[in-house]
């Protein structure tokens, strides 16, 4: 079974510019959550979808992050215009609809803000 | 408010010595969820263990060790005989249910040197 894939590993931009992130769940995996860590600070939580409608947005720190999980699937965030402390490495993960389930998270997007 | 204090920033170990993370939780959830987290330099984050709040066994996975004490808010973590590839940061974590975003700690780094 493959994990959480996200794409791109790393992304340097210029301040100003858009990034689009993408993360692809594990199939199968209803709830997708976004978390980032900026540099020498803590893993914070963004947002968690529920398939396409978005549970919880309660972390998305500015109208600048635009968050999407079209037909329940893979999800993107954007971030436009992007600033400088916006660098970090940004986490998704996902879980199944079960209670058993555990959020497995993937290798992360390193965004570098120039 | 839900917070996790990880008070080691950093820390360095001779290789086959024994090494404990310090975790500290606040929550006023009376069910409540514990997590490590291994973040090896690649990158991604590797789920290592979940406690619910109503077990306080303490728990043993090979050379890892978990001691989970309700009455000071701790959920320290133990490597016995650590190996090098042990290097790492180490995240504990905290999340209200298991449907709930998950609180992080800010990690420590830890160093296994040969």
């Known amino acids: 079974e493959a994990g959480v894939t996200q794409f791109p590993s790393h992304s340097v931009i210029e301040k100003g510019q858009t990034v689009t992130l993408r993360c692809d769940p594990i199939?199968?995996?209803?709830?997708l959550y976004w978390y980032r860590r900026v540099m020498g600070k803590e893993i914070k939580f963004l947002l968690h979808?529920?398939?396409?409608?978005?549970?919880?947005e309660s972390g998305m720190p500015n109208n600048r992050f635009l968050a999407e999980r079209t037909g329940g699937t893979y999800s993107t965030l954007k971030v436009q215009p992007a600033e400088l402390e916006d660098s970090g490495v940004y986490f998704c993960?996902?879980?199944?609809?079960?209670?058993?389930?555990?959020?497995?998270f993937g290798p992360g997007t390193r965004l570098t803000v120039t | 408010a839900q917070k996790v204090t990880q008070a080691q920033t950093e820390i360095s170990v001779v290789e086959k010595e024994d090494v404990t993370l310090d975790c500290v939780y606040e929550?006023?959830?009376?069910?409540?969820?514990l997590f490590w987290y291994k973040q090896p330099p690649s990158g991604e984050l590797v789920f290592l263990i979940r406690?619910?709040?109503?077990?306080?066994q303490n728990e043993i996975s090979g050379r890892y060790s978990w001691n989970f004490q309700k009455s000071t808010s701790s959920f320290n973590f133990t490597i016995t005989a650590s190996q090098v590839v042990d290097s790492a940061v180490y995240f504990c974590?905290?999340?209200?249910?298991?449907?709930?975003?998950?609180?992080f700690g800010k990690g420590t780094r830890l160093h296994i040197l040969p």
């Open positions: 993960a996902s879980r199944p609809d079960s209670f058993l389930g555990e959020q497995y």
């Open positions: 199939s199968g995996h209803d709830n």
């Open positions: 979808f529920v398939k396409e409608s978005k549970q919880d």
């Open positions: 929550t006023r959830d009376t069910t409540y969820y």
């Open positions: 406690r619910n709040s109503f077990d306080e």
């Open positions: 974590a905290l999340s209200a249910n298991r449907d709930d975003k998950i609180i």
